[in-house]
């Protein structure tokens, strides 16, 4: 009887483990020229905008810099005049090089002039002047549970203040007044909700928001959503593109018109980047190479170890101790 018991769960397992589907190209090329280089060690942490290397070194959109942070202190964002904020999640930030108390987990942080907007783990969101260190708005709102790991970071744009909450809305602040003008309900049902990604498209002034479950376009004329279920999002100049978990790639208007969609069965996508066109990394080692209008694609062999941290930035695709430019 354990002898069949045993081989019963063998099959199951096998079973199993079979009934898993790959992505599985039949036309793949080697035919591409990466700029391959090497990073000093390997990510550590990382978010929708830069990276913590190993060795405390970080990654931005300008590069890898020599910058270092201190023990235990993570990337966050470059504040508006160039400055590296990170923070150690637990009582502390850093600012350039000066380090600032706080009261709580900070887990997102935007600074622009001397207005220091955070987001804590709790999902409090406060501004801050960090010149005398007064609070000039504070909102407690409801504590979410479980996060997607992909938090952004707090948005300036002009005279207002975005802050990209844990529970699924975006609440706008007032920069000359400190106080709250509207919130925006961007998901706020689903169990994993927080906002993953914040861009604004800046020639019809629409701000692109995602969450894990949707994406919404906010312009000064309406409010538009559509469910997706997001595993990435990239805005470049006026055109948004969105991989979706079941293997789409969606080219949307700004106004979230559909204008290109490709699907690559059973795929999953890592990152989106772009070059002069649009590129996909897929977790079995291939590198999806798509024209303007998704009438022509290339499959490029692309190597790689799927369960190390990858992120992407511009042109460049970075992941465990190695990053390429995309031609």
Known sequence: MKYLLISLSAIFLFTAC?????????DVSSNIELNKESMSSSITSMNKIGATLENKEIITNTG????????????????????????NYIDKILIGNEEKAVK?????????????????????????????????????????????????????????????????????VSATTNESVRNISVDPDSQF??????????????????SPNKVVSI??????????????????KDDIYLATIDGQIIKLTPSLVEVA???????KIHALAYSNSLYAVESQGYLINLNQDFSDYKIYDFSFDNKERMIAIGDKVYYDSKYITLP
Do not use: H
């Open 18 to 26: 079979s009934g898993k589907k790959y992505f599985e190209p039949e």
């Open 64 to 87: 890898i810099s020599s910058f270092k942070l201190p023990e235990n202190f993570d990337f966050l964002n470059v504040s508006a005049d160039g400055k590296i904020i990170a923070t």
């Open 104 to 172: 709580d987990v900070v887990v997102a942080a935007s600074l622009k002039d001397n207005k220091l907007a955070l987001v804590y783990s709790n999902n409090t969101i406060e501004l801050i002047d960090i010149n005398t260190n007064k609070t000039l708005f504070k909102e407690y709102l409801p504590v979410s549970i479980a996060n997607d790991t992909r938090i952004t970071n707090p948005y300036f744009m002009g005279n207002l203040i975005l802050f990209p909450t844990l529970n699924g809305k975006v609440v706008i």
């Open 193 to 210: 909700n927080n906002i993953i990604s914040l861009n604004v498209i800046e020639s019809s002034q629409t701000l692109i928001v995602a």
């Open 219 to 236: 312009s000064p004329k309406e409010i538009l959503s559509k469910n997706y279920e997001v595993r990435d999002i990239i805005v470049n």
């Open 261 to 267: 969609k490709k699907k690559f069965k059973y795929a």
